[in-house]
């Protein structure tokens, strides 16, 4: 008896416009070429506007004297410096707000976020509020009262608050402190920190490895500090202890010398801080809550106070429904940084504006904010994605 398998059967001839794979490939090459044409006209429309417009294209610009101030510079500007150092002075300013916002934000929500589950009633209430009070309210509006406040509420210069027997004033023109003299045993000095928090850390990573294997605790934490103060303080030292300090004194209508934070800068990162802690708040109480509450028993069942529950049981676990959302945060709050043009400070989207203004090459200027927040944010997310996949569960 002859059987006829699906192998023999004939093939039925599919015209080209019924067939999937055809189809698909044609719908491809139609959209990208739509999408190639679209660029192009709108790449040729704005260089012949350009040329018509006699506003010159190209990064060029970045070479020539910029001739503006920045009253806030992390590195050394004056306005005979480079419209490009003037951008690079913006970016530094930026990451400084975004990483000291990142820090301290992450410090004070995870306070609240604990907080809000405290049995005492009146502190998860404080928390409750505080959370429901900044995050309905637009992060714009708490930068200008926050700098209406320190701006306003403190005194000028010449009524100065003094602190610390007369070494740190405080008035609306910001806070002025005393700083080291710039010596070429500094920069050792920072190798010397980064050399012991490596050695912190490498500590830490023992003392882990050695409480896995053996049981026993070491004071990981405690020595880790020791190492990362004590490794500068020997380095320091070692280069002749040089102490020669810059002063802040009152002269003409300011103070000079010293260092000061301005109140822009202030403002800024307080803005920031508090809004966004609110948010990571919910994030952090959230993951503690999504844990069985078996957890929590079990700890209190072996003898662990409510502190170290929380420290050794509860946030450990707790950091794997935190941390991918947290990324989010992070990159917010990098993002919402360029607000920093509402009230004064000048961070990148500041000194790219100004260079707009007196060059008129407002295309080359937004690609660069957008190439340096795409930078500083795929950073961010590496970094977070990296440390999501260390904390994670791993089958074996």
Same mark, same amino acid.
């Given at each position: 008896?002859?059987?006829?398998?699906?192998?023999?059967?004939?093939?039925?001839?599919?015209?080209?416009?019924?067939?999937?794979?055809?189809?698909?490939?044609?719908?491809?090459?139609?959209? /990208?070429?739509? /999408?190639?044409?679209?660029?192009?006209?709108? /790449?040729?429309?704005?260089?012949?506007?350009?040329?018509?417009?006699?506003?010159? $294209?190209?990064?060029?610009?970045?070479?020539?004297? %910029?001739?503006?101030?920045?009253?806030?510079?992390?590195?050394?500007?004056?306005?005979?410096?480079?419209?490009?150092?003037?951008?690079?002075?913006?970016?530094?300013?930026?990451?400084?707000? %975004?990483?000291?916002?990142?820090?301290?934000?992450?410090?004070?929500?995870?306070?609240?976020?604990?907080?809000?589950?405290?049995?005492?009633?009146?502190? =998860?209430?404080?928390?409750?509020?505080?959370?429901?009070?900044?995050?309905?309210?637009?992060?714009?509006?708490? *930068?200008?009262?926050?700098?209406?406040?320190?701006?306003?509420?403190?005194?000028?210069?010449?009524?100065?608050?003094?602190?610390?027997?007369?070494?740190?004033?405080?008035?609306?023109?910001?806070?002025?402190?005393?700083?080291?003299?710039?010596?070429?045993?500094?920069?050792?000095?920072?190798?010397?920190?980064?050399?012991?928090? #490596?050695? #912190?850390?490498?500590?830490?990573?023992?003392?882990?490895?050695?409480?896995?294997?053996?049981?026993?605790?070491?004071? $990981?934490?405690?020595?880790?500090?020791?190492?990362?103060? =004590?490794?500068?303080?020997?380095?320091?030292?070692?280069?002749?202890?040089?102490?020669?300090?810059?002063?802040?004194?009152?002269?003409?209508?300011?103070?000079?010398?010293?260092?000061?934070?301005?109140?822009?800068?202030? =403002?800024?990162?307080?803005?920031?801080?508090?809004?966004?802690?609110?948010?990571?708040?919910?994030?952090?109480?959230?993951?503690?809550? %999504?844990?069985?509450?078996?957890?929590?028993?079990?700890? =209190?069942?072996?003898?662990?106070?409510?502190?170290?529950?929380?420290?050794? /049981?509860? *946030?450990?676990?707790?950091?794997?429904?935190?941390?991918?959302?947290?990324?989010?945060?992070?990159?917010?709050?990098?993002?919402?940084?360029?607000?920093?043009? #509402?009230?004064?400070?000048?961070?990148?989207?500041?000194?790219?504006?100004?260079?707009?203004?007196?060059?008129?090459? #407002?295309?080359?200027?937004?690609?660069?904010?957008?190439?340096?927040?795409?930078?500083? $944010?795929?950073?961010?997310?590496?970094?977070?994605?990296?440390?999501?996949?260390?904390?994670?569960?791993?089958?074996?």
């Amino acid at each position: 008896m002859a059987v006829d398998t699906i192998g023999s059967l004939p093939q039925t001839k599919v015209a080209p416009w019924n067939n999937p794979v055809i189809r698909g490939w044609v719908f491809q090459i139609v959209v /990208v070429g739509l /999408v190639g044409g679209l660029a192009w006209y709108l /790449v040729n429309n704005t260089m012949v506007n350009l040329e018509r417009q006699k506003i010159a $294209s190209g990064f060029d610009y970045l070479g020539r004297e %910029a001739g503006f101030e920045i009253g806030d510079t992390m590195i050394e500007y004056s306005p005979a410096s480079t419209y490009g150092r003037a951008i690079w002075v913006g970016i530094l300013n930026t990451l400084r707000v %975004a990483v000291l916002g990142i820090f301290l934000t992450t410090i004070l929500g995870t306070l609240i976020g604990i907080g809000r589950l405290s049995p005492n009633w009146l502190l =998860a209430k404080i928390c409750e509020w505080y959370v429901e009070i900044f995050r309905n309210v637009p992060l714009l509006l708490w *930068l200008f009262l926050f700098y209406k406040l320190i701006s306003e509420a403190f005194p000028g210069p010449r009524q100065a608050i003094r602190m610390l027997g007369d070494s740190v004033f405080l008035s609306n023109r910001g806070l002025y402190f005393p700083v080291p003299v710039a010596d070429p045993v500094h920069q050792w000095i920072g190798v010397g920190l980064l050399a012991g928090i #490596a050695a #912190a850390w490498a500590v830490h990573r023992w003392a882990r490895a050695r409480q896995a294997a053996t049981g026993q605790q070491f004071p $990981s934490i405690l020595v880790g500090f020791g190492l990362v103060f =004590a490794v500068p303080f020997l380095v320091w030292l070692m280069g002749g202890a040089p102490s020669t300090m810059s002063w802040p004194e009152l002269k003409g209508f300011n103070f000079q010398g010293g260092i000061v934070i301005q109140p822009e800068f202030t =403002a800024l990162l307080v803005g920031l801080t508090l809004y966004t802690a609110a948010f990571v708040a919910e994030i952090v109480r959230s993951g503690i809550l %999504a844990l069985h509450k078996g957890q929590s028993e079990a700890a =209190a069942a072996i003898g662990l106070s409510r502190g170290q529950s929380m420290r050794l /049981v509860l *946030l450990p676990q707790a950091l794997r429904v935190i941390v991918p959302p947290m990324t989010s945060v992070f990159l917010n709050i990098t993002k919402n940084s360029s607000l920093a043009i #509402a009230i004064g400070y000048p961070d990148l989207v500041s000194s790219i504006n100004v260079t707009i203004n007196q060059t008129g090459q #407002a295309i080359e200027n937004v690609l660069i904010i957008m190439a340096a927040y795409l930078t500083v $944010s795929l950073s961010i997310s590496l970094f977070m994605n990296w440390y999501n996949r260390q904390i994670a569960l791993k089958e074996r």
